[in-house]
C-alpha cells in the first residue's frame, strides 16, 4: 500500500472504530442526535459543508481503485462522503430526514450500522497498522 493509503487506512479505521464504541456505549442519544440534527437546517448545512470538504479531500487525494481491498475501501469512504455532502447541501430538510430515519431506518437497524463501522473500522485499523508502505 501506499504512505497515502496506509495513513487513511489508519484514519478511517480508527474514527470507525471510535464512532461504533460511542454508538454502542450512547445508543439512546446517539439516535435522539442523529434524529434532532435532521430536522435541524442549519445544522445539516454545516454538516454538508464539513462532509463535502472531507470527501473531496479523500477523493483529490486518494481516488485509487485497485491494489487491494482496503485501498479500495479508503477510496470508496471518499466518494460516499462526497455524495453525502451534497446530498446534505441539496436536499430539503424534510427528504433528508425521511430518507435517513424512515427509508433506511435508522433507528430500527442502528445495530447493523454500529457493526458495519466496527467491522469496517477493525478491518482498515489492522490492514493499515500491519502493511508495509511502498513510495
Known sequence: MSPRTVFLSR???LYCISVAISMAVRKQSFVETITALLHN??????????????GLAMVLAHN???GG????????VGWIALMKGLLFLFLPEE??????LRKLHYAQ?????MAISLVMGIYLTYDGFVSRSHS
Open 11 to 13: 484514519w478511517i479505521g
Open 41 to 54: 437546517a442549519a445544522l445539516m448545512f454545516l454538516v454538508g459543508i464539513l462532509t463535502l470538504v472531507a
Open 64 to 66: 485509487v481503485w485497485s
Open 69 to 76: 481491498i482496503s485501498t479500495v475501501m479508503v477510496t470508496m
Open 95 to 100: 427528504v433528508e430526514a425521511d430518507l435517513f
Open 109 to 113: 437497524y442502528f445495530d447493523v450500522f
